[in-house]
């Protein structure tokens, strides 16, 4: 097999508030002989909020970062579910709408550009699971995860609306998806099989509704730490965000406690690959995961 | 020649011997555990499981027929049109919300495997078995004023005409049957009885979009209420995977968000500043300045972030002290972002 090639939108908070998930991402990569190449131009997706205040410019900005990755004639891919849904959610409009590609275009040729819908977007679990294949992950294996119960949640915007992302992920069923769970069982680890594992996290009402935020993460947490979990491990960084900085204020709303640490998805593979610590980055996380440290 | 019923039948479907026999070689057993509660006379739910020979053509509806019919008459549950139009029969089986009289038992079987639980679209609100009390459904619908408000000539001399391009903007919000298949699986109104929900929203939206409508404002509005409006949905898609008519509601809610921005109704909150910070941030960085859209969009509201806000600092993941934005990323090219959201934004708040 020919060496991969992506070009990496990272989005912003893999640039901010989680470093972890860019450096664990790139330690990935590199155990696993997958190129990235950093798309330095992209800008924010509008995080599904942008697009409330003014579509036509969401989908203006996000066909841009795609130009970008067209350019270079790679697949665009993503680390964080909400930017794939957006990205993706562009791509699907630009691609079956001719009026409003036409419209975006208009604009981006003021600045040199064209999108042409000619490169695919994807969230790198996918790519993982359906460009390198999870037997071959298998194989890379060093520290097996077989101590550990290890709870998958796959955050709605990898999974939901189904018809957008089918091509994607290779069919995941929303209502019972797999894949996370798959990855998991390659690294040897032991999953756990909860409810609110295809649920929402709250994330996007944290500001203006915190209550609704609080519950949804706290239930979740909760259902987790309920069917014996170690740890929950995500591939969206703002449903890690959520889930691992709002244990305090959820678990006071639900009134229980609530302490279990919440990996990003490539943190987990880099453990498993045996990425040095600093990558790993587990120092950024609020609730440590004491499991890990020797 | 006197044909029977079957042969004509045969006939003009056009159906050969082997396609009119019942389709025994892909018949599967399968274990449908129902959730069975009368509210006059049980303290509490419970489940009742049967196994039944599923055949390839059977719907979710026919299963409930022949546990009525065969098993144990008691059995509730709505169904009326069989035809995918009223939006009784609406249930869940294995969580996912479905039309029983539209959905085949195998697709659902390849999904969740050979056990399929059958449920009421929402427990706390079971009466009857399938059967819910869906007043807080049709209470949330007459708040949007689900009809056209105008003042209509009674004696019009011309027809009022709608183009074809004004149809497209209903995007089929029109087609929503009521079942409340999205309704009952949106997490935003299972924590937050206040919200109007995907349901309402739609119908907020297909009336406040027709070109005979003077109740716009007012719908606009009521939906953009904080606490029970278009910024309580949480975006989890979860009511575009439900809907069995693919009406897609939470498009049309970030079309009511976009409308609110468009005729000036939005007040300056903390959602409203919230969405528009995305573009203050954009501007200057190309990223979404995180730490800048919380204090923006919360004013002094930002105090009560504080202690999170510590723990953020002490695991290293946002600098306080960082003023002149060193640690800001910055996108290659901002030149270009800078001039696509002057020429293209056209919103205001
Ligand atoms: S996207 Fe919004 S309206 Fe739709 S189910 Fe989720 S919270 Fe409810
Ligand atoms: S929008 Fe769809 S799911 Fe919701 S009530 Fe209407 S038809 Fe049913
Ligand atoms: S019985 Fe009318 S929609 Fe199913």
């Keep these: 097999m020919s060496k991969l090639r992506y070009a990496l939108y990272t989005g912003c ?33 509008g995080a599904s909020h942008l697009q409330d205040f ?104 990898n999974i939901r609306p189904s018809e957008l992302h089918e091509h994607s992920t290779g069919g995941e069923n929303p209502y019972n998806p797999t894949s996370l769970d798959s990855l998991i069982e390659a690294l040897e680890g032991n999953t756990v099989d909860y409810e609110s594992k295809n649920k929402c996290c709250g994330f996007h009402v944290d500001l203006q509704a915190p209550q609704t935020s609080n519950a949804l993460t706290g239930t979740a947490l909760l259902d987790a730490i309920d069917n014996n979990a170690d740890m929950i491990v995500t591939p969206c960084p703002l449903c890690q965000l959520n889930m691992d900085l709002k244990q305090h204020s959820a678990g006071k709303q639900l009134g229980r406690d609530i302490e279990l640490p919440v990996l990003h998805m490539p943190q987990m593979v880099a453990l498993a690959l045996g990425c040095d610590e600093k990558s790993i980055g587990l120092k950024y996380n609020v609730t440590k995961a004491t499991q890990f440290s020797k | 020649m006197i044909h029977t019923e079957e042969e004509v039948i045969k006939e003009v479907l056009h159906l050969n011997e082997e396609e009119h026999r019942p389709d025994f070689a892909h018949t599967r057993k399968v274990k449908v555990k129902v959730f069975r509660f009368n509210v006059e006379t049980d303290y509490l739910p419970y489940y009742k499981t049967y196994e039944m020979k599923v055949s390839k053509d059977e719907l979710i509806l026919d299963l409930l027929n022949r546990i009525k019919w065969e098993h144990d008459g008691s059995f509730s549950y ?171 509601p939470i498009e049309k809610i970030t079309k009511l968000h976009n409308m609110q921005f468009e005729q000036g109704i939005a007040k300056r909150n903390v959602a ?35 202690s999170e806000a510590i723990k953020m600092i002490k695991a290293g993941k946002i600098h306080p002290f960082d003023v002149m934005k060193k640690k800001m990323p910055r996108s290659k090219n901002l030149d270009e972002i800078q001039k696509l959201i002057k020429i293209t934004q056209t919103n205001k708040l």
């Design chain 2, 78 to 248: 709505r169904r009326s049109c069989r035809h995918g139009i009223c939006g009784a029969c609406a249930i869940k089986v294995n969580g996912k919300a479905v039309l029983a009289c539209k959905e085949n038992a195998q697709d659902l079987v390849k999904i969740f495997g050979n056990e399929l639980v059958f449920e009421p679209q929402s427990q706390k609100r079971a009466v009857k078995d399938m059967i819910i009390d869906k007043s807080d459904f049709w209470e949330k619908h007459a708040a949007v004023k689900p009809y056209v408000e105008a003042t209509v000539d009674p004696r019009p001399t011309k027809e009022t005409l709608m183009t074809p391009t004004k149809a497209e903007q209903f995007l089929e919000s029109d087609y929503c049957i009521q079942c409340g298949a999205c309704h009952y699986s949106c997490p935003a109104l299972e924590v937050n009885e206040d919200y109007l929900g995907p349901a309402a929203l739609v119908s907020a939206y297909r009336f406040t979009i027709d070109p005979r409508d003077e109740a716009s404002e007012e719908r606009l509005e009521l939906t953009s209420q904080m606490g029970i409006g278009v910024w309580d949905c949480v975006k989890c898609n979860e009511c575009v995977e439900a809907c069995p008519k693919e009406i897609n």
């Design chain 2, 272 to 306: 409203t500043k919230h969405a528009e910070g995305f573009v203050r941030s954009i501007k200057k960085y190309g990223y979404l300045d995180e730490q800048d859209i919380v204090m923006y969009s919360e004013g002094l509201g930002v105090v009560k972030h504080m």
């Design chain 1, 54 to 157: 003014d579509e036509m410019l969401a989908y203006t900005l996000n066909a841009r970062n795609i130009c970008y990755a067209e350019k270079m004639g790679l697949k665009l891919v993503t680390i964080c579910n909400t930017c794939q849904l957006n990205t993706a959610m562009t791509k699907h409009q630009l691609d079956k709408d001719p009026e409003l590609k036409e419209k975006v275009n208009a604009k981006l040729a003021e600045v040199g550009l064209e999108y042409k819908g000619t490169s695919e977007v994807q969230h790198f679990l996918y790519a993982l699971i359906q460009d390198y294949g999870l037997d071959k992950v298998r194989e890379k294996v060093v520290t097996p995860l077989s101590d550990f119960n290890i709870a998958p949640f796959y955050g709605c915007h």
């Design chain 1, 13 to 45: 908070t893999a640039r901010e508030s989680t470093p972890e998930l860019l450096s664990s991402t790139m330690a990935v990569a590199d155990k696993l002989g997958i190129e990235l190449i950093l798309l330095d131009e992209a800008s924010c997706c």
